[in-house]
């Protein structure tokens, strides 16, 4: 009976999908996951624990916390008359933006492959997910298709992640700008990997009406206290303002937030240390025979196996001890894994695993 009431009830979009799956990675050198692999130095500990005793958790948070969000604007340099909307982690935004948009027949455009949780969001609120595949032999845009589909589907929004997950890659600014131009819609510019990548489009906020900058703190080092932001004119994101739900951001985020970004220059070290470990874990990836390794900017590389061993590569990869992300399978991905860059000894520990796997 209760089975045929969720059949009533529960959207069909919603039974059709499957959980959001994270493996289990206990015991495990963990380069999955986009995670910074340095927590919080040692001698900062005491000062933010110190801060913590002093939060009221029996009141609510600030609703729309002004200290962070100076921390944000300053640290950036976010021009005065650009708005920010905060998000329990980029994720929330995205869906604030779908749910602001959503409707009949509205379009979410991305190319492909990009971030899972576009498609994810998409089905969530119902909207037509249309994607455009990328070049298949270096992941650039296909800025003709892109440009098409745009004519054709009319999108309400489109998402370029910059540089893209999961390949790794910045496309041409100059190529976004003029599918920004040609967009009827809103065009959000995910910049979760801001930290490891050689441009950004802040600096094009307010350039073009509809463009919309997203990022996060959750790869430079803040995974766990899940904050995204969102960046972008006030017509629109007064809009979204009003979708955020009052306290989405909680207490102790507020308060860890502003304490880190007291301390940009200790997240600012440690992605300059998994940048240039990147370059190492590159070179040695492209010296390995039988890899192919992807060009990154962000804090993972994307690699191919030799043809049809992805699957069994991973489990012996695992089986050492590694875990990271195994992608083949999926649409123009064939034959490829992830890894994510951590400390140079786990680097290493994966480099050993992936050379026993060959
Ligand atoms: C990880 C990731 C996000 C999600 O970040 P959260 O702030 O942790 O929700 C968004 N976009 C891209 C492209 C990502 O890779």
Redesign the pocket.
């Given at each position: 009976m209760s089975q045929r009431t969720v059949r009533q009830w529960i959207r069909p979009e919603i039974r059709a999908q499957t959980p959001y799956h994270v493996p289990d990675a206990t015991g495990m050198v963990k380069l999955d996951?986009?995670e910074n692999p340095y927590g919080l130095p040692r001698h900062l500990v005491e000062d933010w624990l110190a801060r913590l005793r002093s939060v009221p958790l029996n009141r609510y948070p600030e609703s729309s916390p002004q200290a962070v969000k100076e921390g944000l604007r300053s640290i950036l340099g976010l021009p005065a008359e650009q708005q920010l909307v905060l998000?329990?982690?980029?994720?929330?935004?995205?869906q604030t933006i779908a749910l602001g948009v959503m409707g009949q027949g509205r379009v979410m455009l991305a190319p492909a492959p990009?971030?899972v949780?576009y498609r994810t969001i998409s089905s969530y609120t119902d909207m037509r997910y249309v994607e455009v595949p990328l070049n298949s032999s270096d992941f650039a845009l296909d800025t003709q298709a892109m440009r098409s589909a745009i004519e054709r589907y009319q999108p309400a929004v489109l998402f370029l992640?910059y540089?893209?997950?999961?390949t790794g890659n910045l496309w041409r600014k100059k190529e976004i700008e003029e599918l920004v131009l040609s967009a009827p819609g809103l065009v959000v510019i995910?910049?979760?990997?801001a930290p490891f990548a050689t441009d950004s489009f802040i600096d094009r906020l307010g350039a073009y009406p509809n463009l919309l900058v997203?990022?996060?703190?959750?790869?430079m080092g803040l995974?766990g206290l899940?904050?995204?932001f969102l960046m972008g004119p006030s017509e629109w994101l007064s809009e979204f303002e009003k979708l955020r739900l009052p306290y989405n951001i909680n207490s102790l985020t507020q308060v860890s937030v502003e304490f880190a970004l007291a301390h940009q220059a200790v997240f600012d070290e440690q992605a300059a240390r998994i940048r240039s470990a990147r370059e190492r874990l590159f070179n040695a990836l492209s010296d390995m025979e039988g890899i192919r390794a992807y060009p990154s900017e962000?804090n993972f590389i994307l690699f191919r196996t030799p043809k049809g061993r992805a699957d069994e590569m991973f489990a012996a990869i695992k089986q050492q001890g590694v875990l990271i992300k195994n992608l083949s399978g999926q649409a123009m991905l064939n034959d490829c894994l992830r890894v994510t860059v951590g400390k140079p000894s786990e680097n290493e520990c994966f480099l050993t695993a992936l050379a026993n796997s060959l």
């Open positions: 996951a986009m998000g329990n982690g980029s994720d929330e935004l995205i990009s971030f949780m992640a540089p893209n997950n999961p995910d910049e979760a990997y997203m990022r996060t703190l959750s790869k995974a899940r904050l995204g962000a």
